[in-house]
Nanobody
Framework: QVQLVESGGGLVQAGGSLRLSCAAS????????MAWYRQVQGKQRELVAT???????DYTDSVKGRFTIFTDTTKNTVYLQMNGLKPEDTAVYYC??????????????WGQGTLVTVSS
């Protein structure tokens, strides 16, 4: 069984910083892609940043220059460093991973979600 466990959300003032982390564990052969999404109640889940294996990261326009996604491949962990936070960044943030298990099955995983609240 494989799973994602997130941590790092919370309340911060506008202009502040937070770092989210997400660790994949279980019977993993390879992690092919990790990403962060966010969702505001009543709206669709939005892709924030993605980092495919061996490729450069990509970001949604609204966070470019403020957010950085990076991984520690030795720990199968992805991070989202969020600087210059704005009230419109308030959302539940979800980690996503596409992995190949040790039985060579492709799986897409979701974290439990962590709330980020930015006050003005």
């Amino acid at each position: 069984q494989v799973q994602l466990v997130e941590s790092g959300g919370g309340l911060v003032q506008a202009g502040g910083s937070l770092r989210l982390s997400c660790a994949a564990s279980g019977s993993i052969f390879r992690v092919d892609n990790m990403a962060w999404y966010r969702q505001v109640q009543g709206k669709q889940r939005e892709l924030v940043a993605t980092i495919p294996r061996g490729r450069i990261p990509d970001y949604t326009d609204s966070v470019k220059g403020r957010f950085t996604i990076f991984t520690d491949t030795t720990k199968n962990t992805v991070y989202l460093q969020m600087n210059g936070l704005k009230p419109e960044d308030t959302a539940v943030y979800y980690c996503n991973a596409k992995v190949k298990t040790r039985t060579y099955i492709d799986q897409e995983l979701w974290g439990q979600g962590t709330l980020v609240t930015v006050s003005s």
